[in-house]
């Protein structure tokens, strides 16, 4: 620790930091632009300006940046000196200078850092009177709204895009005294965080236009902290709700999961929430027709209730998608032994052996935060990219790790952004990639390798098998290039202070998973602090492995086909998705009757017989399991609209329909959680994962809507000119209004960040321990596992064959889309202009051999079926691989990887 002295006192700060840092972690308010937590410092805004002394004699002092200046002991500054408050007005007066009068119409104003720190240092006149520069704005595709002229050049949007997210596409360009932020022509924004310029822009640049669709001013969204569900990292996010409709989704600061960043498909694909596709009431299906009609609820439950009473033998198909407790309640309906998982037996397979390597393996799995402090990292079959993103985004600053370090040798702090930026430019972290064919991570990497699943196995194992070449399986018949890459990636994991193996199920191939966990054990057993990360697809895929399944779908169609069942309840799953279309269909033609309880109209409920709305995640509450095993809880932001309701509370109504007497126990989401974890002790401590719905600090709920709130009686006046009593929440201890307890709550209930001064995102700081640091009160969610470090090194023997050469036959093997491979977001507009159509990529030197060109059209046949495909090029496949896009609207569900056959449209067979 140091002891710095500020206007005459004494403090002590943590070592390492600059003034600025140092000065915001204590609380106090000093004004700053150009400088991030994550970004560090490069000194441009010049607005942090304090009055530094050299001593304790020293009564002239100064003028210093606060952000350029270590926090060293004994350093004396003072803030409030006249000098130095004068000069920081007189910063903010001159970047008003060109600064337009537009807050009362800017989408940001209400919460624009500029706003706060105009107010912050007393700036309250514009004497210039004189034609301001202005600049043309650009179209910079469906996420973001462009207006230069807000700009002050503070750099942070371009540091951020290009220097930390490596986006290509956005940069300053400078000509005389003009200096312009955006793309050299206009057109979408090609990184997938280019959402973040929203949070990262102090001033209204870069605006959410997804917001503008539907704008609603700042302090009149209704907030409540929530969970991404749309892959299975658990980021953490803040929706925002207005007259019933969800309005926006910002990114929620968990110190150790995502950090200040979210990817732009969590940002982006909420409108899913506000779909014409959502289901509002129940539907039935009449006798001996196809179509479905409207009924009552209470219809809805004695259709559902005699199901049980006329002892129909029903099974229960859960999801990756639903909360635990929704799962859980159809476990108890139905029994153990009837409940499946939901998703293809293959990859219920995969779920399976990736719950066994995290919880039993030989290496305990990071946090998402702490996968950025690796030192040498091997990503084994996983398009982290596009299946994990925000993994992959703290994968890219290896480099500017490994800068750091070099840095700190020759004395320059880690927050000294600009000569660590400049040697990360002509460096690569220790990065190794071995997947299909390239991704957006390769440009960062030391080396890539790109082949078959089965072939990326076999180099898994044969790194295993050199770190620890006694015990571990070595694969047979290595090529010389396999065995050099292989070598090169053991020396330098073995060699590294933090090493980490990322994979997961993206491949789809249980033996990628396996190779990993070998390489994971084998550092382990050298004495290595190995630790390994699984990108897994969905929200809560993990925690539906750990609930336990008799298996999957294929598994439990061969139960109905079997006559040993004949009824189907599924919840929040379109069964579609997950297998091949014969297989859905069979399932549904060997079901008597189905009963879907979801959120949106899909395939699956177009079979149902009764169909029951399902709330989304936006207005409910419950529990979802990250890749990490990381329990967090979300919470409802908004008040559905009878009958919509959570599907667990749909299960219960069944059951108390149908006399079953579990259905007493469970009157709010805490019961569901104590019966959950009472039933399966691997979630014991779910319950501490936030506050129960009790939590009273003061005596009063928590607030969702902010102080300022307004129009609460317009909101219903086409109703009710009254003000109608706010609806009640007995999951949770929030409020549907502005009063209740003002202080600042436990982490995992801070619906939001703000504080007096402060309405920007940037009021994150007066949450934090430290800047950067954990939120005050500790750490959000709870982890549900952690292996034991006596835990022995197991290793898997089952080594792959090589991937067969059969005249004719194509190796076709799966592709994953950041923008469209996740089904809920797809139906945001947004992201849906984004989706790529289905398409079957190709080797040039494969589709000159067949005589297809970029956008021309192929056959590709498999499991029996045929299906006419786009041709994509691209240079990066093995030969004698095809790749298809896994989940884009209208591309067909396959089970991959696959043998098949491809050839060109149009020939005869």
């Given at each position: 620790?140091?002891?710095?002295?500020?206007?005459?006192?004494?403090?002590?700060?943590?070592?390492?930091?600059?003034?600025?840092?140092?000065?915001?972690?204590?609380?106090?308010?000093?004004?700053?632009?150009?400088?991030?937590?994550?970004?560090?410092?490069?000194?441009?805004?010049?607005?942090?300006?304090?009055?530094?002394?050299?001593?304790?004699?020293?009564?002239?002092?100064?003028?210093?940046?606060?952000?350029?200046?270590?926090?060293?002991?004994?350093?004396?500054?003072?803030?409030?000196?006249?000098?130095?408050?004068?000069?920081?007005?007189?910063?903010?007066?001159?970047?008003?200078?060109?600064?337009?009068?537009?807050?009362?119409?800017?989408?940001?104003?209400?919460?624009?850092?500029?706003?706060?720190?105009?107010?912050?240092?007393?700036?309250?006149?514009?004497?210039?009177?004189?034609?301001?520069?202005?600049?043309?704005?650009?179209?910079?595709?469906?996420?973001?709204?462009?207006?230069?002229?807000?700009?002050?050049?503070?750099?942070?949007?371009?540091?951020?895009?290009?220097?930390?997210?490596?986006?290509?596409?956005?940069?300053?360009?400078?000509?005389?005294?003009?200096?312009?932020?955006?793309?050299?022509?206009?057109?979408?924004?090609?990184?997938?965080?280019?959402?973040?310029?929203?949070?990262?822009?102090?001033?209204?640049?870069?605006?959410?236009?997804?917001?503008?669709?539907?704008?609603?001013?700042?302090?009149?969204?209704?907030?409540?902290?929530s969970v991404c569900v749309h892959c299975g990292l658990g980021c953490n996010t803040i929706p925002g709700s207005r007259y019933g409709e969800l309005r926006r989704v910002r990114n929620r600061y968990n110190h150790d999961v995502n950090g200040y960043f979210l990817c732009d498909r969590g940002r982006y694909g909420y409108e899913f929430v506000n779909s014409v596709r959502r289901i509002r009431a129940p539907l039935a299906r009449t006798s001996n027709s196809s179509r479905q009609v409207f009924i009552s609820s209470e219809e809805a439950l004695a259709h559902a209730a005699a199901l049980f009473s006329n002892r129909r033998k029903v099974i229960g198909i859960g999801s990756p998608r639903a909360s635990l407790e929704s799962n859980f309640a159809l476990l108890t309906l139905v029994g153990p032994?009837?409940?499946?998982?939901?998703?293809?037996?293959?990859?219920?397979?995969?779920?399976?052996?990736?719950?066994?390597?995290?919880?039993?393996?030989?290496?305990?799995?990071?946090?998402?935060?702490?996968?950025?402090?690796?030192?040498?990292?091997?990503?084994?079959?996983?398009?982290?990219?596009?299946?994990?993103?925000?993994?992959?985004?703290?994968?890219?600053?290896?480099?500017?790790?490994?800068?750091?370090?070099?840095?700190?040798?020759?004395?320059?702090?880690?927050?000294?952004?600009?000569?660590?930026?400049?040697?990360?430019?002509?460096?690569?972290?220790?990065?190794?990639?071995?997947?299909?064919?390239?991704?957006?991570?390769?440009?960062?990497?030391?080396?890539?390798?790109?082949?078959?699943?089965?072939?990326?196995?076999?180099?898994?194992?044969?790194?295993?098998?050199?770190?620890?070449?006694?015990?571990?399986?070595?694969?047979?018949?290595?090529?010389?290039?396999?065995?050099?890459?292989?070598?090169?990636?053991?020396?330098?994991?073995?060699?590294?202070?933090?090493?980490?193996?990322?994979?997961?199920?993206?491949?789809?191939?249980?033996?990628?998973?396996?190779?990993?966990?070998?390489?994971?054990?084998?550092?382990?057993?050298?004495?290595?602090?190995?630790?390994?990360?699984?990108?897994?697809?969905?929200?809560?895929?993990?925690?539906?492995?750990?609930?336990?399944?008799?298996?999957?779908?294929?598994?439990?169609?061969?139960?109905?086909?079997?006559?040993?069942?004949?009824?189907?309840?599924?919840?929040?799953?379109?069964?579609?998705?997950?297998?091949?279309?014969?297989?859905?269909?069979?399932?549904?033609?060997?079901?008597?009757?189905?009963?879907?309880?979801?959120?949106?109209?899909?395939?699956?409920?177009?079979?149902?017989?009764?169909?029951?709305?399902?709330?989304?995640?936006?207005?409910?509450?419950?529990?979802?399991?990250?890749?990490?095993?990381?329990?967090?809880?979300?919470?409802?932001?908004?008040?559905?609209?009878?009958?919509?309701?959570?599907?667990?509370?749909?299960?219960?109504?069944?059951?108390?329909?149908?006399?079953?007497?579990?259905?007493?126990?469970?009157?709010?989401?805490?019961?569901?959680?104590?019966?959950?974890?009472?039933?399966?002790?691997?979630?014991?401590?779910?319950?501490?994962?936030?506050?129960?719905?009790?939590?009273?600090?003061?005596?009063?709920?928590?607030?969702?809507?902010?102080?300022?709130?307004?129009?609460?009686?317009?909101?219903?006046?086409?109703?009710?000119?009254?003000?109608?009593?706010?609806?009640?929440?007995?999951?949770?201890?929030?409020?549907?209004?502005?009063?209740?307890?003002?202080?600042?709550?436990?982490?995992?209930?801070?619906?939001?960040?703000?504080?007096?001064?402060?309405?920007?995102?940037?009021?994150?700081?007066?949450?934090?321990?430290?800047?950067?640091?954990?939120?005050?009160?500790?750490?959000?969610?709870?982890?549900?596992?952690?292996?034991?470090?006596?835990?022995?090194?197991?290793?898997?023997?089952?080594?792959?064959?090589?991937?067969?050469?059969?005249?004719?036959?194509?190796?076709?093997?799966?592709?994953?889309?950041?923008?469209?491979?996740?089904?809920?977001?797809?139906?945001?507009?947004?992201?849906?202009?984004?989706?790529?159509?289905?398409?079957?990529?190709?080797?040039?030197?494969?589709?000159?051999?067949?005589?297809?060109?970029?956008?021309?059209?192929?056959?590709?046949?498999?499991?029996?079926?045929?299906?006419?495909?786009?041709?994509?090029?691209?240079?990066?496949?093995?030969?004698?691989v095809a790749g298809l896009p896994v989940g884009l609207p209208g591309a067909p569900a396959l089970d991959l990887p696959a043998l098949g056959e491809v050839s060109k449209e149009g020939l005869d067979e």
């Amino acid at each position: 620790m140091a002891t710095i002295y500020i206007d005459g006192r004494s403090y002590e700060v943590k070592d390492g930091q600059n003034l600025l840092q140092a000065c915001l972690s204590l609380g106090f308010n000093l004004p700053y632009f150009c400088w991030h937590p994550v970004l560090g410092s490069v000194g441009a805004c010049r607005q942090c300006a304090v009055k530094y002394f050299k001593n304790e004699k020293d009564t002239r002092g100064e003028i210093v940046m606060a952000c350029m200046t270590p926090a060293d002991d004994g350093v004396r500054i003072s803030i409030d000196d006249p000098e130095a408050v004068t000069f920081r007005a007189s910063v903010i007066e001159w970047l008003m200078l060109n600064h337009p009068h537009d807050c009362p119409v800017c989408d940001e104003g209400g919460e624009c850092h500029l706003q706060d720190m105009t107010v912050m240092t007393g700036h309250a006149y514009r004497e210039n009177r004189f034609r301001k520069r202005t600049y043309p704005n650009q179209d910079l595709g469906p996420f973001l709204n462009h207006e230069m002229n807000r700009c002050i050049q503070c750099y942070r949007c371009v540091r951020y895009y290009h220097d930390y997210a490596g986006g290509g596409d956005l940069n300053v360009f400078a000509s005389r005294d003009h200096v312009y932020f955006g793309r050299s022509r206009e057109g979408t924004l090609q990184s997938g965080f280019s959402g973040n310029l929203v949070e990262i822009c102090p001033t209204g640049v870069f605006t959410d236009k997804s917001l503008g669709r539907h704008y609603t001013r700042k302090w009149d969204l209704q907030t409540a902290p929530s969970v991404c569900v749309h892959c299975g990292l658990g980021c953490n996010t803040i929706p925002g709700s207005r007259y019933g409709e969800l309005r926006r989704v910002r990114n929620r600061y968990n110190h150790d999961v995502n950090g200040y960043f979210l990817c732009d498909r969590g940002r982006y694909g909420y409108e899913f929430v506000n779909s014409v596709r959502r289901i509002r009431a129940p539907l039935a299906r009449t006798s001996n027709s196809s179509r479905q009609v409207f009924i009552s609820s209470e219809e809805a439950l004695a259709h559902a209730a005699a199901l049980f009473s006329n002892r129909r033998k029903v099974i229960g198909i859960g999801s990756p998608r639903a909360s635990l407790e929704s799962n859980f309640a159809l476990l108890t309906l139905v029994g153990p032994d009837n409940f499946y998982a939901g998703i293809s037996d293959k990859d219920f397979e995969i779920l399976n052996l990736a719950r066994k390597v995290l919880r039993s393996g030989a290496a305990r799995t990071p946090s998402l935060s702490q996968t950025r402090e690796a030192d040498a990292v091997f990503v084994l079959g996983e398009d982290v990219g596009n299946t994990g993103p925000v993994l992959a985004l703290n994968l890219r600053q290896l480099a500017r790790r490994k800068a750091a370090k070099f840095m700190a040798g020759v004395k320059i702090p880690p927050w000294n952004d600009a000569p660590i930026q400049r040697m990360a430019e002509f460096e690569k972290g220790t990065l190794y990639i071995a997947a299909p064919c390239a991704t957006g991570l390769d440009a960062a990497a030391s080396r890539s390798f790109h082949a078959d699943p089965r072939d990326l196995a076999r180099l898994g194992f044969a790194v295993a098998s050199l770190l620890d070449p006694a015990n571990a399986p070595k694969p047979a018949d290595l090529t010389e290039i396999e065995h050099e890459l292989a070598g090169e990636i053991a020396q330098a994991l073995s060699s590294a202070a933090r090493p980490l193996i990322v994979s997961g199920a993206g491949c789809g191939s249980p033996s990628v998973i396996e190779a990993a966990a070998n390489i994971a054990a084998a550092l382990k057993e050298i004495g290595r602090p190995a630790e390994i990360t699984l990108a897994l697809p969905e929200a809560n895929s993990l925690g539906l492995a750990m609930l336990g399944a008799a298996g999957g779908i294929e598994t439990a169609s061969s139960l109905l086909r079997s006559g040993r069942a004949d009824t189907v309840v599924v919840i929040e799953n379109d069964l579609f998705r997950r297998c091949a279309l014969e297989t859905a269909i069979g399932f549904f033609d060997a079901a008597k009757y189905v009963v879907v309880i979801d959120h949106l109209v899909n395939p699956t409920t177009s079979k149902a017989d009764l169909v029951l709305p399902a709330a989304s995640f936006a207005e409910s509450s419950g529990s979802l399991v990250n890749n990490e095993g990381r329990a967090q809880r979300f919470f409802q932001v908004l008040a559905p609209e009878a009958p919509v309701q959570e599907s667990w509370r749909w299960i219960r109504h069944i059951m108390e329909a149908a006399g079953c007497p579990e259905a007493g126990q469970w009157n709010r989401l805490d019961d569901l959680v104590a019966a959950l974890a009472a039933a399966h002790p691997v979630f014991g401590a779910l319950a501490s994962a936030a506050p129960d719905a009790d939590f009273r600090p003061a005596g009063g709920k928590i607030p969702r809507q902010p102080l300022r709130y307004s129009g609460r009686t317009a909101i219903r006046a086409q109703i009710d000119v009254h003000e109608q009593p706010p609806p009640d929440d007995p999951d949770s201890p929030f409020a549907f209004s502005m009063e209740g307890d003002p202080r600042q709550p436990p982490p995992a209930l801070i619906p939001r960040f703000w504080a007096p001064g402060w309405n920007s995102v940037q009021a994150l700081n007066r949450f934090q321990q430290e800047i950067g640091g954990g939120l005050r009160g500790g750490e959000v969610g709870v982890r549900l596992i952690d292996p034991s470090p006596q835990a022995k090194a197991e290793y898997f023997q089952d080594i792959p064959a090589r991937r067969p050469s059969e005249e004719g036959k194509w190796s076709l093997i799966a592709l994953h889309h950041l923008f469209g491979s996740e089904e809920l977001s797809a139906l945001s507009p947004g992201v849906a202009g984004l989706c790529p159509k289905p398409y079957v990529a190709l080797h040039p030197e494969d589709a000159a051999a067949l005589g297809v060109v970029e956008g021309g059209m192929a056959k590709v046949a498999v499991d029996g079926a045929t299906y006419s495909l786009n041709v994509r090029i691209v240079p990066s496949l093995p030969r004698g691989v095809a790749g298809l896009p896994v989940g884009l609207p209208g591309a067909p569900a396959l089970d991959l990887p696959a043998l098949g056959e491809v050839s060109k449209e149009g020939l005869d067979e």
